[in-house]
């Protein structure tokens, strides 16, 4: 089945660095349209960037971008997000899914258990 397994989240001062990972199974990776969401608690999911399958067609929501950057490593299946200049709203729960900023929203059935990612001094 699709597995969706999220890693590299942690603790980190504002202005710090991060890189996420998510390791992916169960679905042809290399075909897919992939994103990141985040949810801070008490609110919504928010789309964050997506990437085609092939590396095109990638997307930033406003508040992250020129700060993150979404890639991905198609023999590894691998998804990943740096993150550089960490603010304190971008604490959150950190999810990889399947889909696009349109459609990602179809696969949160699929989700993984998600990467804390605190930002604070």
């Known amino acids: 089945q699709v597995q969706l397994v999220e890693s590299g989240g942690g603790l980190v001062q504002p202005g710090g660095s991060l890189r996420l990972s998510c390791s992916a199974s169960g679905f042809t990776f290399s075909v897919a349209y992939m994103s990141w969401v985040r949810q801070a608690l008490g609110k919504g999911p928010e789309w964050l960037a997506s990437?085609?399958?092939?590396?095109?067609?990638?997307r930033y929501a406003d508040a992250v971008n020129g700060r993150f950057t979404i890639s991905r490593d198609n023999a590894k299946n691998t998804l990943y997000l740096e993150m550089n200049n960490v603010k304190s709203e971008d604490t959150a729960l950190y999810y990889c899914t399947r889909g696009d900023q349109r459609t990602y929203s179809l696969y949160t059935h699929a989700w993984g258990p998600g990467t804390q990612v605190t930002v604070s001094s």
């Open positions: 990437m085609g399958p092939n590396g095109e067609r990638v």
